[in-house]
């Protein structure tokens, strides 16, 4: 079973930054696209970014520019670095696989960007 711990959220305010993180407990972590999600309130989960390696990464266009995503594989983690924030990031952001996504989410790390 997969299993997913996202940390590093909080408050901030707008122009603001944070850096998030995911464990996840998955064999061979390296050979993965992962991804982090976030859900806004009353709104669908979305995709922001993915990462197979440090030169193959993507990103959703509302976050290009902004936010950074990288990974450790010898610590099997994710980060995701967010900077110039804006009140329409806040919202819970999660990891998993980035191509097909498992039922098996974490709780998430809330964000919330207000002043």
């Known amino acids: 079973q997969v299993q997913f711990v996202e940390s590093g959220g909080g408050l901030v305010q707008p122009g603001g930054s944070l850096r998030l993180s995911c464990a996840a407990s998955i064999i061979n972590f390296g050979i993965y696209t992962m991804g982090w999600y976030r859900q806004a309130p009353g709104k669908q989960r979305e995709l922001v970014a993915l990462i197979l390696s440090a030169s193959n990464t993507n990103y959703a266009n509302s976050v290009k520019g902004r936010f950074t995503i990288s990974r450790d594989n010898a610590k099997n983690t994710v980060y995701l670095q967010m900077n110039s924030l804006k009140p329409e990031d806040t919202g819970v952001y999660y990891c998993?696989?980035?191509?097909?996504?498992?039922?098996?989410w974490g709780q998430g790390t809330q964000v919330t960007v207000s002043s």
């Open positions: 998993n696989y980035g191509l097909n996504p498992v039922n098996d």
